[in-house]
């Protein structure tokens, strides 16, 4: 059983119920059918009953829930929760009426903070900042946690590193440029959604260009001392670096690069030390090995809200709706 048909099978085991705001677009609709036809979470399609019916036109969703806002008892309750949650931002019930009725991000968003909704699966036709704006505003971050970033699972076809070619890529989405605390924090959440996800051990690799001081360069530093940070955060992680991306994934590289390693050759979980090179490096395995690619899956908010790439498929969506379930039974 491959990596998203374990995880549909965790999400059949206590139905979650997922919110997508997205009914402008037309894959919602095909993925929303395959999932109720699935059984892997209970939909709330959020929009007017007209614009449902005319995109979603051919697709069978019996069994989803339409809210429309202009017409949902609860929007009052809405607007009155964001008032209360926004008003030392200046946020007036004008404001708040006018954003809930025409942003239906916001509204899913919404949802799940008044506990309607379980998550929310949102970004095929918004931006990454579009759809994490409200949840930053509204749902905040969870407790414990000091930063929100993103990760993207890899499932890689025919390859025997990682976790039976199941990687996670982190952060690929969201951090620019995180600083050396940053990085560290974002490698231990990585850790974490790993093996919430797969039920394995994350081996974590803090990748760079140099291996165990092979360059010299203040981005080598940052790699390093985020690396000390993360280990002195939660020594009971696998973790090292700063290692080169072949001595983290291939053993016989590994051994030879960095020997005496916990992680070298091993690694399932890849921390890159900047957006360019994690952005990067998701598309070129996506494109090259033709990898599943999903995401960008966010850690560190309350509650689980998942992002989508502009270019994702009917199919990814599907995917990360079952993933986004069982961010929810956790």
Do not use: W
């Not at 036109?57 to 964001?82: F, R, S």
């Not at 946020?91 to 954003?99: S, Y």
């Not at 509204?138 to 070619?165: E, R, Y």
């Not at 899956?297 to 379930?325: F, H, K, M, Y």
């Amino acid at each position: 059983m491959g990596f998203i048909d374990e995880i549909k099978a965790r999400a059949k085991s206590d139905i979650k119920t997922i919110v997508l705001p997205e009914t402008e677009d037309e894959r919602t609709y095909k993925a929303a059918e395959a999932v109720l036809k699935e059984g892997t979470a209970k939909l709330i399609l959020v929009g007017s009953k007209e614009q449902i019916e005319k995109v979603g036109a051919g697709y069978d969703l019996t069994g989803a829930q339409i809210v429309d806002p202009a017409t949902n008892d609860k929007t009052e309750a809405y607007i009155a929760k964001l008032v209360e949650l926004r008003q030392k931002k200046g946020m007036t019930e004008e404001q708040a009426r006018e954003l809930l009725l025409n942003n239906y991000l916001y509204y899913g968003v919404m949802m799940v903070k008044m506990g309607d909704a379980d998550g929310m699966v949102s970004g095929a036709c918004h931006s990454t900042a579009d759809t994490l704006r409200p949840c930053l505003q509204i749902l905040k971050t969870k407790p414990g946690t000091k930063l929100v970033s993103a990760f993207f699972v890899m499932v890689v076809p025919d390859c025997d590193m990682g976790a039976n070619g199941t990687f996670i890529f982190g952060d690929s989405g969201l951090e620019q440029n995180p600083d050396p605390e940053k990085l560290a924090n974002i490698a231990l959440s990585s850790a974490e959604s790993f093996k919430l996800l797969t039920g394995e051990e994350p081996v974590v690799a803090m990748l760079s260009h140099s291996t165990k001081g092979s360059a010299k360069h203040a981005d080598v530093d940052k790699v390093v001392e985020a690396t000390k940070i993360a280990k002195e955060l939660n020594p009971n992680v696998r973790l090292d670096g700063e290692l080169q991306l072949d001595a983290a994934i291939v053993p016989s590289v590994g051994e030879s690069k960095a020997p005496g390693s916990p992680v070298a050759g091993h690694a399932n979980v890849l921390i890159f030390p900047d957006l360019d090179a994690g952005n990067i490096g998701y598309k070129l395995v996506q494109r090259l090995a033709k990898a599943e690619a999903y995401g960008p899956l966010t850690q560190g908010i309350a509650a689980p809200v998942n992002d989508l790439s502009r270019g994702c498929s009917a199919e990814d969506i599907e995917g990360v709706i079952a993933i986004t379930a069982v961010q929810a039974q956790a």
